[in-house]
């Protein structure tokens, strides 16, 4: 009976089944049918202008890159690669220095193509649906947005080669820029202040317990799970000029440019990097005050000393929470109390007086043990980094206090691609991948056309 009550009444007419129509709208067949159309054609006028090249590289006669005399002639077998409209071929002439076991194929240098690959303007949109999207997801983008077929394995290929070249070239941009004579890219002048901050989290790295061929895509379901020791630090540095930082709306401000880098490693690597973007971008002259936001942890204190005209400042909120840990155990947990504390405080150093704050807790008589030890260490703390919370200085110069840029430029370098449930990575994919999205994250990403790809044996 009770269970009659609580079933709807049946209505009088069965439900109707919601109604697609029976097939895409006009305009999208039209336009398909053009595409169909027009393909074939694409690729054909491609072809005849690959062809064209070719026989302008035909007369090339390679010098050989290790003895300098010309290479001989040894063959001219077919190849091709795949493009975004199909395939293309080509004759290439091959040309040889048998002495110093020498190989040149003048018209693919002349292309940048790779016989058998997936090559020019198809690879660099694979390579970005990589840089945005798991594997698989890419995969099936890839279907949806280019009419490409290609598997998850196949993207991951093209991510390799394109996020190899990627990490060269910003290695070697590093190596350049570690050399006191290397010259600025950007042309934009020398600044009165940059602000500097680093952030860092854990990447799962695979595991594999036995030997095996390296399959790369992320999702391996049959790797045991992660073990302590299988994690590396992943850092990203954000650059980015205090006249650049706008209010959007009361009390929230955000940042017009800022420039990123990342490493997968050591600390001295990340602020390697973070020299040679400054370098590269031209923003530092003996004058520039280099602000560093720290969050306290002692590694990015240590390297700052790098930067001999530097203004070091701790991340606001961090010496908030300090002042936090002290409050719940006094006051309790989520007490009105503590939040009132804790108020008080912040609106002290956020006004400078961070010498009276510091007085103010020496008065305190607290009565456990427990208590006392905690107050000494937030006074040891605020005492420690007392020349880094000159905040109300750091306002006034438009410096900022938090370190909310900086984290927010990590999470979207790292973790919304490379910490997604489940993924484990391969310190080569790793580094790769990370190429790319700084590529795309700081605005560069038709440098990529001007990479040549990296074979992978
Ligand atoms: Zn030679």
Same mark, same amino acid.
């Given at each position: ?18 109604? !697609? ?8 067949? *039209? ?6 159309? @027009? ?80 090559? %020019? ?61 290397? $010259? ?19 990447? %799962? ?17 049959? !790797? ?14 954000? !650059? ?10 009361? %009390? ?11 490493? *997968? ?9 973070? @020299? ?17 936001? %720290? ?53 002290? !150093? ?36 007392? +020349? ?5 200085? @750091?306002?006034?110069?438009? @410096? ?6 900086? $984290? ?34 700081? +605005? ?14």
């Amino acid at each position: 009976m009770a269970q009659r009550r609580l079933s709807q009444p049946e209505p009088v007419e069965p439900p109707l089944r919601p109604r !697609l129509a029976d097939q895409p709208s006009r305009f999208v067949r *039209l336009e398909r049918e053009v595409e169909l159309e @027009y393909r074939p054609q694409m690729l054909a006028a491609l072809q005849r202008k690959v062809n064209t090249v070719a026989e302008d590289a035909r007369a090339m006669v390679p010098q050989c890159p290790r003895c300098g005399r010309p290479m001989s002639f040894h063959d001219a077998r077919p190849v091709s690669w795949l493009a975004h409209w199909g395939r293309l071929q080509a004759s290439p002439a091959r040309y040889r220095c048998a002495p110093c076991k020498q190989e040149r194929r003048p018209l693919l240098d002349l292309l940048g193509v790779e016989p058998g690959r997936i090559c %020019g303007s198809l690879a660099r949109r694979l390579g970005l649906l990589a840089a945005v999207a798991p594997y698989e997801m890419a995969a099936r983008l890839a279907q949806l947005l280019l009419g490409v077929t290609i598997s998850a394995m196949g993207v991951w290929r093209v991510a390799q080669r394109l996020g190899q070249a990627a990490a060269n070239y910003s290695e070697a941009l590093s190596q350049y820029h570690a050399d006191s004579r290397s $010259e600025a890219a950007s042309g934009e002048p020398a600044r009165p202040a940059v602000i500097l901050g680093v952030d860092g989290c854990t990447l %799962g790295m695979q595991v594999r317990t036995h030997r095996r061929r390296r399959v790369g895509v992320e999702a391996l379901p049959a !790797l045991p799970a992660i073990e302590q020791g299988h994690f590396r630090e992943v850092k990203t540095g954000v !650059l980015l000029l205090p006249s650049e930082r706008v209010e959007t709306s009361p %009390g929230r401000r955000s940042v017009v440019r800022r420039f990123l880098v990342t490493c *997968l490693g050591e600390a001295d690597e990340i602020f390697r990097r973070l @020299y040679a973007q400054l370098r590269e971008l031209g923003w530092v002259d003996p004058h520039t005050v280099v602000v560093i936001l %720290g969050d306290g942890a002692e590694w990015i204190w240590n390297r700052a000393t790098m930067f001999v005209n530097r203004c070091e400042i701790l991340d606001f909120w961090h010496a908030l929470e300090h002042a936090w840990t002290f409050a719940r155990l006094r006051y309790g947990e989520d007490s009105a109390q503590a939040d009132r504390w804790v108020h008080r405080i912040g609106e002290d !150093l956020r006004a400078g007086k961070v010498q009276e704050v510091v007085a103010a807790l020496k008065r305190l008589r607290p009565k456990t043990e427990e208590l006392r030890a905690s107050l000494q260490s937030l006074i040891g703390y605020y005492s420690e980094n007392a +020349g880094r919370m000159r905040y109300d200085e @750091y306002l006034r110069l438009g @410096y900022g206090i938090g370190s909310g840029a900086v $984290e927010s430029a990590h999470k979207q370098v790292v973790h919304a691609r490379l910490r997604q449930a489940g993924m484990r990575w391969s310190e080569a994919g790793a580094r790769r991948l990370l190429a790319l999205r700084l590529l795309l994250l700081n +605005g560069d990403w038709a440098l990529l056309d001007r990479m040549r790809m990296v074979s992978l044996a």
